[in-house]
């Protein structure tokens, strides 16, 4: 089945915004399991084959959900270049690498990214977390207790207890130097 490009973009770029929080159960259930990232490099970004390569050789090593961005007026090999891995959505890694590019860039053009990291077997789903909170959460987490994380920044926190949601919370905040974090987990 074909999926339009549009709501493919939509489902890639949508942050985890939960109205509950989910059981660890159930978002256990959604987790990907595996270290390593397949590359998806994206439609228009006109690489040469061999810069297509080196990222693919790259990205596969790095962990899902991730994205690089590249500086069109420089090219691949140059300090430009950013890879922002280990988000719990590729939009927050969209927007991490282009703003690092962004940053180091000397060309005039913006940053533009030109390829995703994702774990194998990808499609949406409810809930995303880095590869990272995946891992802690399936060998850690245990109920009571709660999984909060950062959108924005890819940090987030596991605790245990009654009031694991607000001190979840409140680490990850720490963690992340953010205000954003959020309960994706809680029992």
């Not at 549009?6 to 990907?32: I, N, W």
């Not at 090593?61 to 950013?82: C, H, K, N, R």
């Not at 719990?88 to 590019?101: D, K, L, P, V």
Request: glycine letters at 10%; one cysteine or more.
């Amino acid at each position: 089945m074909k999926v339009p490009i549009s709501v493919l973009c939509l489902s890639l770029l949508a942050a985890p915004v939960l109205a509950e929080p989910m059981t660890g159960k159930a978002a256990a259930k959604l987790m990907y399991r595996g270290e390593g990232a397949v590359v998806q490099m994206l439609d228009g970004a006109g690489l040469p084959e061999a810069d297509v390569t080196a990222l693919t050789m790259v990205g596969t090593g790095q962990p899902w959900y991730g994205a690089i961005a590249i500086s069109p007026d420089e090219g691949l090999m140059v300090e430009a270049t950013v890879a922002a891995v280990n988000h719990h959505t590729i939009g927050a890694a969209e927007t991490a690498a282009r703003q690092g590019c962004d940053a180091k860039r000397k060309g005039k053009a913006a940053c533009v990214v030109v390829a995703h990291l994702l774990p194998k077997g990808w499609k949406p789903a409810d809930l995303t977390l880095s590869q990272d909170a995946t891992a802690a959460l399936r060998k850690e987490y245990k109920a009571p207790g709660a999984l909060a994380i950062s959108p924005s920044t890819g940090s987030f926190a596991l605790t245990k207890g009654e009031a694991a949601g607000d001190l979840a919370v409140q680490t990850c905040n720490e963690k992340a130097g953010t205000k954003d974090c959020i309960v994706a987990v809680q029992d």
